[in-house]
């Protein structure tokens, strides 16, 4: 299965409306999208720390089913920097989940801890590692899910 992943949007939702041109088995939001949720419908989608202000009511975690892989996403603020990957792989066990996504930092990530995958698509609206707006296309197909970082500079 191909998945796009993209998160922190900030209201620039017409960037994800890009994305959704391309053809992929589901579509990924690691939240903050500050916009109306009936922006983002068909993706699996988490509320960010940015959305409560906005009254945008999306689930702070979800579980994506992805053939012989289990997605966990959330947008990762729950966690302090330093341990994120940690939690996040203590909490993907938890669920059955080889493969954890989250957001907030803007920064793309493709790491793993303790066998589980753990990605971080960077951001759409604004970089922070100073290399550009940044999605991310998960294969899940084979045995081992593949990952890979896309630069895009958008339309909008």
């Known amino acids: 299965m191909h998945f ?4 922190d949007s900030h209201g620039y939702t017409e960037r994800l409306d890009e994305l959704k041109q391309i053809p992929a088995d589901g579509y990924i939001f690691t939240g903050d999208l500050t916009d109306d949720p009936a922006r983002i419908s068909g993706w699996s989608a988490v509320a960010g720390n940015n959305d409560q202000y906005f009254g945008i009511k999306l689930p702070p975690m979800t579980i994506v ?4 892989h289990k997605i966990l ?7 302090p920097a330093g341990q994120r990957h940690r939690r996040l792989a203590t909490l993907a066990k938890k669920f059955g989940c080889d493969i954890a996504v989250y957001g907030h930092s803007h920064v793309p990530v493709i790491d793993e801890e303790d066998g589980v995958l753990i990605l971080n698509p960077g951001s759409v609206y604004r970089s922070r590692d100073g290399k550009g707006t940044s ?3 998960l ?3 084979g045995h081992i899910p593949r990952a890979e970082i896309i630069r895009k500079k958008f339309a909008s």
Do not use: L, N, P, R
Not at 65 to 68: E, I, L, N, T, W
């Open 4 to 7: 796009i992943i993209a998160g």
């Open 73 to 79: 996403v959330m947008h990762g603020h729950q966690f």
């Open 65 to 68: 089913d992805a053939g012989d």
């Open 135 to 137: 999605y991310m296309i």
């Open 139 to 141: 294969d899940t197909g």
